[in-house]
């Protein structure tokens, strides 16, 4: 079975410092990787994804991440984070399969100061 | 218009009552998916499907049924709901047929349940 560990549960930042997110997964067998963002009272949006090829990933609103296979980590950046990112951030993680499951972390609460 | 619709957007409900959460999807995805969010769990899977008349259980299917007669709808019923229902309940389809890079989970706009 797959599982997903968000090392942080808030992340306080001041505006227009970088930032990174923590993802850690564990799995047996290949995995497809994802980051979704929640802004307040909304459903969730794709950030970005890593399927397969380069390890690094960019995304939408300057984001990227990058996979580690040897970490087990798809750690989530911004160099620059604006007060518009602040919204609850989720890791999930899916079998290279056709079973489509998506396994979600506990999720981290990015708070952008101004 | 295209998407992935829930309804209601908001319910409150009593306990032991029988309540059904509606999901409906246009672009016919194979896939669907029931989720909880709670405060420190993130996501949980309840149920999901992958084809009409094919569901299975996810995480926490206990006190939840579902059913997928046609591929667009995906209904989700609390057979006698209990205070620890009280969730946002999501919506999500994908599609994993066809190309890789074609992958991918969209969710609705979610459903506020509480259970007084």
């Known amino acids: 079975a797959q599982s997903v560990t968000q090392l942080d549960s808030q992340v306080p930042v001041f505006e227009e410092a970088p930032v990174e997110l923590r993802c850690n997964y564990s799995?047996?067998?290949?995995?497809?990787l994802f980051w979704y963002v929640q802004y307040p009272n909304q459903g969730l949006q794709l950030l970005l994804k890593?399927?397969?090829?380069?390890?690094l990933v960019k995304g939408i609103n300057g984001f990227e991440a990058e996979f580690n296979k040897s970490q087990t980590s798809f750690h989530l950046r911004k160099p620059s984070v604006h007060i518009s990112d602040t919204a609850e951030y989720f890791c999930?993680?899916?079998?290279?399969?056709?079973?489509?499951?998506?396994?979600f972390g506990q999720g981290t609460t990015l708070q952008v100061k101004p | 218009d295209a998407g992935i619709t829930q309804s209601p957007r908001y319910k409150i409900t009593e306990t032991g009552r029988q309540v059904t959460l509606m999901c409906h999807q246009t672009?016919?995805?194979?896939?669907m998916f029931w989720y909880r969010q709670d405060l420190g769990h993130g996501l949980r899977l309840i149920y999901y499907?992958?084809?009409?008349?094919?569901?299975d259980k996810g995480e926490v299917p206990d006190g939840y049924v579902v059913s997928r007669s046609k591929t667009e709808n995906f209904p989700l019923t609390l057979e006698s709901a209990t205070r620890s229902q009280t969730s946002v309940y999501f919506c999500?389809?994908?599609?994993?047929?066809?190309?890789?890079?074609?992958?991918?989970?969209?969710f609705g706009s979610g459903t506020r349940l509480t259970v007084v």
């Open positions: 890593y399927l397969s090829g380069s390890t």
């Open positions: 499907s992958a084809a009409a008349d094919i569901t």
């Open positions: 999930a993680v899916s079998r290279v399969s056709n079973t489509g499951k998506l396994i």
């Open positions: 799995s047996s067998v290949s995995v497809y």
């Open positions: 672009w016919s995805h194979s896939y």
């Open positions: 999500a389809s994908s599609e994993t047929r066809g190309t890789v890079e074609s992958y991918g989970y969209t």
